[in-house]
């Protein structure tokens, strides 16, 4: 069966720091992945997503970047947090035929002070 | 522009039904899903309707009206743990999902 990692589920970083969340997919092989934010009492923003190896398209630009080192991990970047970053954030995938039905992660809570 | 709307709040009672809608607007449709999300997890997929109609699983139903934009996530014989956000997500003509803010459900024994 599969199943999604991401972690860590808490972090706290202080501004102007650098980040780096990971993700990986098991139990499927070239999976859409995204990375998405949820601010509190909001829905669901969509960051990055990616059809492949390499692939990424940026849904909102900001200080974010993501990558796709392999086929079933997914890493999402900053090089300076800013106070507007922090949020949950969780990464998903779903299959190449089936665009909506999601998996996702366990998320992570961010907290930027 | 796209849009997505569902109540913000609902409050129920241990036992009951309660009718959660959602309407849109949006370029395009390619199917609607709904989600539930507990406090400080993950959503999880419950339903996905691309047809008009209703779609029953177990206690949830979900319906579908494409010509009015509209959908409605039923749920029938509450249980405390139905406590959660339900979000509603269409599929646009990119195959994008446009997700709404959540429905919070809150159940009173």
């Known amino acids: 069966s599969q199943t999604i990692h991401q972690w860590p589920a808490t972090l706290v970083q202080p501004v102007g720091s650098p980040l780096s969340l990971e993700c990986t997919v098991e139990g499927t092989s070239n999976p859409n992945l995204y990375w998405y934010r949820q601010a509190a009492g909001r829905g669901l923003q969509l960051l990055f997503y990616?059809?492949?190896?390499?692939?990424i398209s940026s849904e909102v630009p900001q200080n974010l970047s993501a990558s796709r080192p392999q086929d079933r991990q997914f890493i999402l970047s900053s090089k300076k947090l800013l106070l507007s970053d922090s949020g949950f954030y969780l990464c998903a995938w779903s299959s190449e035929m089936e665009f909506g039905k999601l998996f996702f992660g366990s998320g992570t809570q961010l907290s930027v002070l | 522009g796209q849009n997505i709307d569902q109540p913000t709040e609902m409050t129920a009672t241990e036992g009951a039904i309660v009718q959660i809608n959602c309407t849109y607007q949006?370029?395009?449709?390619?199917?609607l899903f709904w989600y539930q999300q507990h406090a400080g997890e993950a959503p999880t997929f419950l339903s996905y309707?691309?047809l008009d109609g209703l779609e029953e699983k177990g206690r949830f139903s979900s319906f579908l009206s494409r010509s009015k934009g509209y959908s409605y996530l039923l749920l029938k014989e509450l249980q405390m743990k139905d406590s959660a956000s339900y979000l509603c997500?269409?599929?646009?003509?990119?195959?994008?999902?446009?997700w709404g803010a959540g429905t919070k459900l809150i159940i009173k024994p």
């Open positions: 990616s059809v492949g190896i390499g692939q």
């Open positions: 997500a269409v599929r646009d003509s990119n195959y994008q999902l446009i």
């Open positions: 949006t370029s395009g449709f390619n199917g």
């Open positions: 309707n691309v």
